[in-house]
C-alpha cells in the first residue's frame, strides 16, 4: 500500500534528504527516522520544513503552474508535452496524478512541521533559540494548511466557512482525519500565524529566505483577505507598508533571476546546483524547455505600452510567452521563488478598503503604477475601484499563482478566450464561480487508505 497519504505518512517517509548542518542552503534535513533529542537536530529538522516547500509538487513547480493555468492569464500551446492540461481545462479525475502529488507534498510538510513543534520544547536549548524555531514550524504550517483550503475547498464566502475544507493536522502521529470545516482551517491558520509572530518577534528581518514576523503579518494580510475580512486584511499590509523594512522596486529584466532584493519578504531560496533541470518553473514556460504554457492574448492587452513589466513578455514567433523565469545563476528556468513582496501588500490594502475608504485606495495603486513607469490615476470611479485593483493585482502577480485566487475570492469566476479541447486560442468559455470542478478532487489514493474522508460534490464518492 502507497504510505504517502495523511494517515500513513507519520508511519515514515520523513525529513529524507542528505544528511545537513545548520544554517547550510539548500535547506538540508535530517534522514527519516533520526530522533530529534537535541535542539540541533531539532534546528536541522526544520530544515526539512524548508525541503519540503522545494518539492517540484509544491513550490518547486506545480503548485506555481497549476494555480497559474487554473485562471485566465495563460494557456496550454498545442503542441505541448501533456503537462498541467487537467488543471488548465479543469477537467480532473480523482486520480489525477498532479492533484494527488499536491496533497502529498503539503501535507508531507505540515507533518514535518508537526514533529518540530511538538520536539522543541522537549529539548534542552537556550529558550529564545528555540522561540525562533518553533515560531517559524508555526508559520510554515500555516503556509501550507492555508495553501491546500484554497485548491481543495470552497472559497470562503461560499457559505461562510461552513463547507468542507482540509483535514487539520496538529500532531505528528498515524491517524486517519475527517475534514474540517473551511472555517475551521482558517481560524487555526490565524493562531499558527499570530502564536508564531509572537515567537519571532527578535528574529532577523532582513533574512529573506526564513520566515520571521514581517512573514507572519503579511501571510495574516493574505489570509484574513481571502477570508473575507477587509478590516483586518488593512491593518496587518499596512504594518508593512509602513513598517520600513522593504521597498518596491522598478521591474527590472533580472528580477526574479537574483533572489533576495529589498521587495521581498520571504523567498524559497533555491541553490544553483538545485536546479530540477527540464522541470525548473521557467521550462514550463519557454523553449527549449517544454514551452507548454503562454500568455493569454487577454492579458497582454491590458498592458499600457509603459509599463516596465513588458520586459517579462517576449515574442515567440505569433505568442507571447513569459519571460519572468528565464534562469538563475546561469540555469535556464531556474528561480527561486518569492513567495511573498511588498507589491502584494499594497493590493491587499488596497481591496481591503476599495469600498470603504477608495481615495487610499488610490492612493496604494498609484504606488504600484508610477513605480512600474505609468502615469498614476486621477480618479477612479467608487463603483469601478474593485476591478481596478484586481486588474494591476493581475499585471502585477501574472505567473506567480494569485489570479486564480483573486477570481474565486471576489465570486467571478473564470471567463477565456480559450477553452477548446484542441486549446484553440477562439475557443471562449465560464466556468462560473460555483462551478464543482472551480476546485480540485480529494485524490482517490487519500480514499483508498482513509474512506471516510468526505469527497468534494461532483466528483462522487
Not at 525529513?15 to 540541533?40: H, I, M, N, R
Not at 500532531?171 to 475551521?184: A, G, I, M, S, W
Not at 529573506?208 to 493574505?222: D, S
Not at 507548454?292 to 505569433?318: E, I, N, Q
Request: aromatic share 10%; charged share 20%.
Amino acid at each position: 500500500m502507497k504510505r504517502y497519504i495523511i494517515g500513513l505518512m507519520a508511519a515514515g517517509l520523513f525529513l529524507q534528504s542528505c544528511a545537513g548542518k545548520l544554517e547550510v542552503k539548500p535547506y538540508d534535513s535530517l534522514v527519516d527516522g533520526e530522533a530529534l533529542g537535541t535542539f540541533d537536530q531539532v534546528s536541522v529538522a526544520l530544515n526539512g520544513v524548508y525541503d519540503g516547500l522545494q518539492s517540484t509538487s509544491y513550490y518547486g513547480r506545480n503548485y506555481w503552474v497549476m494555480t497559474e493555468v487554473n485562471g485566465d492569464n495563460v494557456y496550454i500551446a498545442r503542441s505541448n508535452s501533456n503537462r498541467f492540461l487537467s488543471s488548465f481545462r479543469h477537467d480532473y479525475t480523482t486520480q489525477d496524478a498532479d492533484v494527488e502529488s499536491l496533497w502529498k507534498a503539503v501535507y508531507q510538510g505540515i507533518l514535518r512541521a508537526d514533529r518540530v513543534i511538538t520536539a522543541v520544547d522537549a529539548v534542552k536549548g537556550d529558550q529564545a533559540a528555540k522561540d525562533l524555531v518553533k515560531g517559524q514550524a508555526l508559520v510554515l504550517r500555516a503556509m501550507m494548511h492555508f495553501d491546500l483550503v484554497k485548491v481543495y475547498a470552497r472559497p470562503y464566502a461560499q457559505g461562510n466557512g461552513s463547507q468542507l475544507g482540509v483535514p487539520i493536522k496538529l500532531k505528528f502521529e498515524d491517524t486517519y482525519p475527517q475534514r474540517n470545516t473551511v472555517k475551521e482551517v482558517y481560524d487555526q491558520v490565524i493562531l499558527d500565524l499570530t502564536t508564531g509572530r509572537d515567537l519571532l518577534k527578535n528574529a532577523d528581518p532582513s533574512d529573506k529566505y526564513h520566515v520571521n514576523a514581517n512573514t507572519a503579518t503579511a501571510l495574516l494580510a493574505r489570509v484574513y483577505l481571502q477570508k473575507g475580512d477587509n478590516a483586518n486584511a488593512a491593518i496587518e499590509s499596512a504594518k508593512l507598508i509602513g513598517g520600513g523594512d522593504y521597498s518596491l522596486l522598478p521591474s527590472s529584466a533580472n528580477f526574479y533571476n537574483v533572489p533576495g532584493s529589498d521587495e521581498e519578504i520571504f523567498t524559497l531560496r533555491f541553490v544553483d546546483n538545485e536546479s530540477a533541470g527540464s522541470d525548473n518553473i521557467g521550462q514550463m514556460y519557454l523553449k527549449p524547455g517544454y514551452g507548454d504554457v503562454r500568455v493569454s492574448p487577454d492579458l497582454y492587452s491590458t498592458f499600457d505600452a509603459a509599463d516596465s513589466r513588458l520586459v517579462y513578455l517576449g515574442k515567440m514567433a505569433t505568442e507571447t510567452v513569459n519571460q519572468k523565469y528565464t534562469g538563475q545563476g546561469g540555469v535556464a528556468g531556474a528561480t527561486s521563488p518569492k513567495l511573498v513582496r511588498l507589491a502584494e501588500m499594497y493590493l491587499i490594502h488596497a481591496e481591503a478598503v476599495s469600498t470603504t475608504d477608495p481615495a487610499t485606495a488610490l492612493n496604494d495603486l498609484n504606488e504600484i503604477r508610477t513605480n512600474r513607469g505609468l502615469q498614476p490615476l486621477v480618479t477612479v470611479a467608487p463603483a469601478a475601484m474593485l476591478d481596478s485593483v484586481l486588474a494591476e493585482s493581475r499585471r502585477e502577480f501574472m505567473f506567480e499563482g494569485h489570479r486564480y485566487f483573486d477570481l474565486l475570492r471576489n465570486g467571478k469566476g473564470v471567463t477565456r478566450n480559450m477553452c477548446g479541447s484542441s486549446l484553440e486560442i477562439t475557443a471562449p468559455c465560464t466556468i462560473a464561480p460555483d462551478a464543482y470542478n472551480l476546485i480540485y478532487p480529494i485524490p482517490q489514493a487519500e480514499k483508498n487508505v482513509n474512506p471516510g474522508i468526505t469527497q468534494n460534490t461532483g466528483y462522487g464518492q
